[in-house]
């Protein structure tokens, strides 16, 4: 009973100590008369916290690349060596230009070997509209068409140049065949060689580009039931996440040309072969500045490829020295725009540096007079929007699967490259030329993004492209 008591007693003058000291040590509402919203110091001081770019510490396992690995263990097998050209003989010079003719004939010493002076133009066999050539060397002879998407087809080149035209402008694949009163299937047939050949194309000349600055993206491709801006970025984001029709690009923001376009998912892995791509076609020594949208997978890849081991200094005097980390390269900057959505309004833009400091991406980017952007890569998504059928808008069967996208993508990237000219681009001429007629004289010189990234002199015409033959391996003035 006595104890009872004495515990009662003690319980309760615990509880009046609780009390006190919760009375002095709890903020009371009569201490801040003044009423505040909200408290701003401790938001803001931890928003700063969370923004200060931590410096990169380093990974102690190099990433995987499954792609340069496969690479490593096959490498291409190197062009083989040049034969010399053919000493000119007493017959009458030849008038027919045959240097941008190869011997395609295997076994041949002078096979995919420009203007050696191997080759004679003959007339054309049986009244067919192309040349035949002739192999002094082999004793072959080829069309001038050969491993060209012409050789062999019974329509006339003019149609086909025309169908191709149509889709690289951004017309369906039904309207298009509906246009020019040709079946579906050819129409898609003929895209899927075009594509193969376009895919040589570039291959052919997108190579040991040095460039300033890169700017890649990512955007969604329509399908059936999702209509172009039917639904906000964010929601197809998450619809998507998962599905594998994604556009990636890369592209030069000073000569806009469209280094790298490929489809798949949103996914690391995609990322890493987007970045592989990009290491293919630069010069070896070459390391551009990158801006891209907040996605992480982008950070990943490029430390992936830009990055080596590097020694950690000791932090104590003694002791083992600390594990190597693998690091990016000094002269690897990157750069990312964060876009804040909400209910489809752009409410914030916030610019991080990765990689490198602030001071160099903005030193890279005031030669051209810009600030951090991915403006250049948006525009460029536009215009495949516009031009690609498959990715603006509602998509009939023919061109849905992702292997046509691609091909629709590769017919587009040699378009808008080599074909287009950009205004933007356009160089005024030091002397301006007459025109026809009238009308007024020409000031402007149209150029187009691979004549200002000087991988070619002239606008090449759709047909020029379809009739070029790719030699197999690089050429000795390309080199
Ligand atoms: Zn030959």
Redesign the pocket.
């Known amino acids: 009973m006595m104890l009872h008591h004495v515990y009662y007693q003690l319980a309760i003058l615990g509880l009046l100590w609780l009390w006190v000291m919760l009375h002095y040590a709890w903020p009371s509402r009569g201490a801040t008369s003044q009423p505040r919203p909200a408290d701003p110091v401790p938001l803001t001081s931890k928003r700063t916290r969370s923004n200060e770019p931590k410096p990169f510490e380093g990974l102690t396992h190099k990433p995987h690349r499954a792609l340069c690995e496969r690479e490593t263990a096959h490498p291409p097998a190197p062009p083989p060596v040049p034969p010399d050209p053919m000493p000119p003989t007493n017959r009458r010079p030849r008038e027919i230009d045959t240097s941008l003719h190869f011997?395609p004939?295997a076994g041949?010493?002078?096979?995919g070997w420009f203007g050696l002076g191997?080759l004679r133009a003959n007339g054309r066999p049986s009244g067919g509209p192309w040349r035949q050539f002739h192999?002094t060397?082999?004793?072959?002879y080829f069309l001038e068409t050969h491993g060209t998407l012409c050789h062999g087809k019974q329509a006339a080149v003019e149609l086909i140049v025309h169908v191709l035209a149509c889709l690289a402008e951004g017309l369906g694949i039904r309207a298009t065949a509906r246009v020019f009163e040709v079946d579906a299937n050819t129409v898609l047939h003929w895209l899927v060689e075009a594509a193969e050949q376009l895919r040589a194309f570039s291959a052919y000349f997108l190579c040991h580009i040095h460039l300033e600055q890169l700017q890649l993206d990512e955007l969604y491709a329509v399908l059936r039931d999702l209509k172009a801006g039917a639904i906000g970025d964010e929601e197809a984001i998450q619809r998507l996440e998962r599905a594998p029709s994604w556009v990636w690009t890369a592209m030069d923001p000073p000569s806009k040309l469209l280094v790298v376009v490929d489809v798949g998912s949103r996914t690391l892995a995609m990322a890493q072969r987007v970045v592989h791509q990009l290491v293919q076609v630069l010069a070896p020594d070459c390391v551009p500045l990158f801006v891209t949208d907040g996605l992480k997978d982008y950070g990943t890849a490029l430390l992936t490829h830009f990055g080596s081991w590097m020694q950690p200094e000791r932090r104590q005097g003694k002791g083992p020295l600390p594990k190597p980390r693998w690091m990016p390269l000094p002269a690897l900057l990157y750069a990312q725009v964060v876009k804040t959505v909400r209910w489809r309004r752009l409410v914030r833009v916030q610019h991080r540096v990765v990689f490198g400091t602030l001071e160099a991406v903005q030193q890279v980017l005031a030669a051209c007079g810009w600030t951090i952007n991915t403006a250049f890569v948006e525009r460029l998504n536009l215009d495949i929007r516009q031009r690609v059928a498959a990715v603006g808008r509602r998509v009939n069967t023919l061109c849905r699967g992702e292997e046509s996208l691609r091909d629709q993508l590769e017919l587009f990237q040699v378009y808008h490259n080599f074909v287009l000219p950009h205004a933007s681009l356009r160089q005024p001429l030091l002397v301006p030329e007459v025109t026809n007629g009238r009308g007024s004289a020409k000031v402007w010189r149209p150029c187009t993004p691979a004549m200002a990234a000087g991988l070619t002199d002239h606008i090449w015409s759709l047909k020029e492209v379809l009739l070029y033959r790719v030699p197999p391996w690089p050429q000795p003035h390309r080199a």
Do not use: F, L, V
């Open positions: 011997c004939h041949c010493a002078y096979r191997n192999c060397s082999c004793q072959g």
